[in-house]
Structures are given as C-alpha cells and as structure tokens.
C-alpha cells in the first residue's frame, strides 16, 4: 500500500492551524486549479468528528466524487479523515499538529490503495504518488500563508 508523509513548519499556534486543516472554505481556496467543491454533508465551516463532505474534484481530466469522513478527533493535536466512496480502493489521512518554540509542525501521513489491480499500481508509480504529494505540499502552503497573515480571520 503506497503511503507518504510531509511535514510543514508553521509559524502560528496549533489551535488555529488545527482549525485551518479541517476549513472546508480553505479547501476549496488552496484547490482552486482542481476545480474541487463541497457538494454534500459539510459543505462550508468546520468539518468535525463523525462529519462527512462528498467533493466533486478534477484531476487528469477526469470528475469525479469522493466522500470522506472523520475517523478520528483530537483537538488541536490530531484528526484522521478516511474516503468512504471515490475512486481509490482504500485513502487515508492523518493530520498531526505538535506545538513548537516558533508555532506548530503540521504532520500530513496517507496511506491509499489504487483500484485496479496491477493497472492501479503502475499509475501509482508513474503518476498518483508525485500528484498527491504535489497537491498537499500546494494546500499546505496556502494553509501556511493564511495561519501565518491576519488571512485566518476570514475562515475562522
């Protein structure tokens, strides 16, 4: 099963970029280019514990839908959310928040399992791995710009 991690230094407490990580309204800004939008569940605000949001996203010219819910919740240090329905055979993502001197090291781990058998891990290793570590290091610096400005005040 294919997995990653990324960690992002952020310069702002770990309540607030906890409450950034899990703004709907931020997701949807910082994934402009993938035309990804809340169509179901929460679809603005805060996502919480046992919450679901189905997007409707965009990618390698294909749409598609994919419903993630809350797993797990421990704020400001953690939350899991996990694809119920979509397109991968199996998406997981955990987010770690852990104070430091200067303000917070976010921690983003995935696991995911592509559909498809052998096709799947192909696409894995020609594309979906560097495109979704793409994507996130993207969101993250967004996340980063707007705990970092006065930004946050407007999504929180």
Known sequence: ??????????????????????????????????????????????????????WRARHFFVTFRATVRITAFDPPRYFRDEMVSGPFAKFAHDHHFKPTGH?????????????????????????HRANMVRLIQERNGVVKRVAESKEWQSYL
């Open 1 to 54: 099963m294919p997995s990653f991690e990324l960690e992002t230094a952020i310069d702002a407490p770990p309540e607030r970029v906890f409450d950034l990580a899990r703004s709907i309204d931020l997701h949807t800004a910082s994934i402009t280019t993938h035309h990804e939008t809340a169509v179901a569940g929460v679809t603005t605000g805060l996502i919480g514990p046992a919450a679901s949001v189905t």
């Open 103 to 127: 303000g917070t090291l976010m921690r983003d781990a995935f696991e995911y399992d592509s559909p498809f058998g052998i096709r799947g891990e192909l696409a894995d290793a020609l594309y």
